[in-house]
């Protein structure tokens, strides 16, 4: 079993990656593998030009497209974020927005386990943390919950370990998300049908 961590910071060591690695610990001591993603603080935003829609993958082909294959082999997503203005950094966003629309396998998300964080210096986690999940709801994905909000605070990753009861929070999330693993992977073992995901209507609210 394997999670992608996709860290939305453009400080690759700085405090996001510090929440993202304590979640990261308690995986590898579940016995689960991890592949890092680093979101490039030059990400473009979505043209709308919709070549995703008739074709495998984004028009770009940049990190999104090479995040493709790592995002199929593995079993779950768990995604972090610097808090800009109450809500995650733009490049993330940018990321996010085309990775989720224009992944091929769009389908295979159904169930995939998903969990986010923020780490900010005071406020501003709620609606980021909020932000990120929308991306996984609307994809069907199980979005895997902790004892308390995902939101350490710290500027620097010094400030961050020093955040007891937000690490505790974050070492809960990785138990978490491990259970859920392994309780997906012992149901496929058992021979448990997922639930048929009904497709094909697609409407707006103008009639």
Not at 75 to 95: E, H, Q, R, T
Not at 145 to 164: A, C, F
Request: charged residues 25%; glycine residues 8%.
């Amino acid at each position: 079993m394997k999670v992608l961590i996709i860290n939305g910071s453009p400080h690759p060591k700085g405090s996001t990656y510090t929440a993202l690695h304590e979640v990261e610990k308690i995986l590898h001591e579940e016995g689960i593998e991890t592949k890092w993603v680093n979101v490039s603080p030059v990400t473009s935003s979505c043209l709308d030009c919709d070549y995703c829609g008739k074709n495998d993958g984004c028009v770009r082909k940049d990190q999104v497209n090479e995040t493709y294959p790592l995002l199929d082999e593995s079993d779950g997503l768990l995604i972090g974020s610097p808090v800009y203005y109450a809500g995650m950094n733009g490049a993330l966003k940018s990321f996010l927005d085309r990775l989720f629309i224009s992944y091929p396998n769009r389908k295979t998300l159904n169930l995939k386990a998903a969990a986010s964080l923020s780490c900010s210096r005071r406020a501003g986690n709620l609606t980021t943390n909020d932000a990120i999940n929308k991306f996984f709801s609307i994809s069907g994905m199980t979005i895997i919950t902790s004892t308390y909000w995902n939101d350490p605070h710290g500027n620097y990753p010094e400030e961050v370990i020093t955040d007891e009861e937000g690490l505790q929070t974050l070492r809960n999330l990785g138990r978490n998300m491990a259970y859920y693993l392994k309780m997906r992977e012992a149901a496929k073992e058992k021979g448990l049908p997922e639930p048929v995901i009904e497709k094909g209507h697609h409407t707006n609210f103008v009639r």
